[in-house]
């Protein structure tokens, strides 16, 4: 199979999209606070990624604790779409709200989990294309 040697926006993002949602615990993408976050093309849209020739930015909801381990699934399906398609970029992740009816029940036991495990931190330094 022959890949593009320019990756069209739309096709890319949904890819993105259909990889971040198969990830357990993410709850859904989201549209953003403020500006919405979505990739645009003719005739729709592609909400919670926004996708460019540098980047690829999820704006995403989560569904489980701890978020550390939830992220790292997300950057890696995020990968594996880039990798698939031959398209180096910047992955971004903003995890916009936690679904807390999808979260375990029990409000010490929650809050220990994120003590326990804090979300990962961007990698230090320049940020690198995936």
Request: net charge neutral; aromatic share 2%; no cysteine.
């Amino acid at each position: 199979m022959t890949l593009p040697t320019t990756v069209d926006r739309a096709t890319l993002a949904q890819a993105v999209a259909a990889g971040v949602l198969a990830v357990p615990g993410v709850a859904r993408l989201s549209g953003g606070r403020g500006i919405e976050a979505a990739t645009l093309y003719p005739g729709g849209k592609v909400v919670g990624v926004v996708a460019d020739e540098q980047a690829v930015r999820v704006h995403l909801v989560a569904g489980r604790l701890p978020l550390g381990p939830l992220i790292q699934e997300v950057r890696a399906a995020v990968t594996i779409v880039l990798v698939a398609f031959g398209a180096a970029r910047v992955v971004d992740l903003i995890v916009e709200d936690l679904e807390l009816d999808q979260l375990p029940s029990g409000v010490p036991e929650t809050m220990a989990t994120i003590a326990a495990h804090p979300a990962v931190p961007p990698p230090a330094g320049r940020r690198q294309p995936v």
